[in-house]
């Protein structure tokens, strides 16, 4: 089946080791997004590629860093993870220029940092 | 910026039970999306409304796109255990902004 699909699911890093998280997707979508999603709280968009084209948000802090190196795959850079960086962290792909916004969630990689 | 504003924030009902919530936004776009989220999981997609005054239908759940197209609702009818979650509101063009969830518990 078509789909986005984050590794991994939890990750755990120590306070400023840098961690990368991944995310992958089969629908040929021509946008990835990146949300943070802190406990009982709405997904926050970071940043997202509309195709090759970087759009970050413009309360993103300068911590997080985003790549995508084809259309299939899109990784999340955090430099230095604080102890505030803790959170469920959303991958979601979108076929704008259809007349449809619709996001396609994968499952998320919750992070935690000791 | 653009501001949803989700209500109820937290729902505890007993099954079978009807459920309504409701979304007002900021701002007027041309859709209106409902994600429900499991814990532990990512939010997925329940319904998606494109024009004022639609109302759709997916199973018991059924979604409308006020007239004034600010504003939505999300209606379940006769909760099951397995509606259980957290029910977002989501607009915006590119990308989305999401409402504050609906907590929905459910007493058997």
């Known amino acids: 089946d078509a789909m986005v699909i984050q590794n991994p699911r939890y990750q755990v890093t120590q306070f400023g080791k840098p961690v990368t998280l991944s995310c992958s997707q089969t629908l040929n979508h021509n946008v990835m997004y990146w949300y943070q999603q802190k406990s009982s709280q709405a997904p926050k968009l970071l940043f997202h590629?509309?195709?090759?084209?970087?759009?970050n948000e413009a309360d993103t802090p300068d911590n997080f860093q985003s790549r995508r190196p084809n259309t299939s795959f899109c990784f999340l850079d955090i430099r230095s993870p604080g102890l505030g960086d803790a959170a469920m962290y959303l991958c979601?792909?979108?076929?704008?220029?259809?007349?449809?916004?619709?996001?396609?969630f994968g499952s998320g990689t919750q992070l935690s940092v000791l | 910026g653009q501001q949803l504003n989700q209500s109820p924030q937290s729902m505890f009902i007993q099954e079978g039970e009807d459920v309504s919530m409701n979304c007002t936004s900021s701002?007027?776009?041309?859709?209106w999306l409902w994600y429900k989220q499991d814990p532990g999981e990512g939010p997925v997609l329940l319904i998606a409304?494109?024009?004022?005054?639609e109302l759709t239908s997916n199973g018991r759940l059924t979604a409308q796109f006020g007239i004034t197209r600010k504003d939505s609702f999300l209606n379940i009818s006769a909760s099951i255990p397995s509606d259980v979650g957290i029910y977002f509101c989501?607009?915006?063009?590119?990308?989305?902004?999401f409402g504050q969830g609906t907590r929905l518990t459910i007493n058997p």
């Open positions: 590629y509309y195709d090759k084209d970087f759009n």
């Open positions: 701002s007027i776009f041309n859709t």
């Open positions: 979601a792909t979108s076929r704008v220029g259809t007349g449809s916004e619709k996001l396609f």
């Open positions: 409304l494109y024009k004022a005054g």
């Open positions: 989501a607009q915006g063009a590119q990308k989305l902004v």
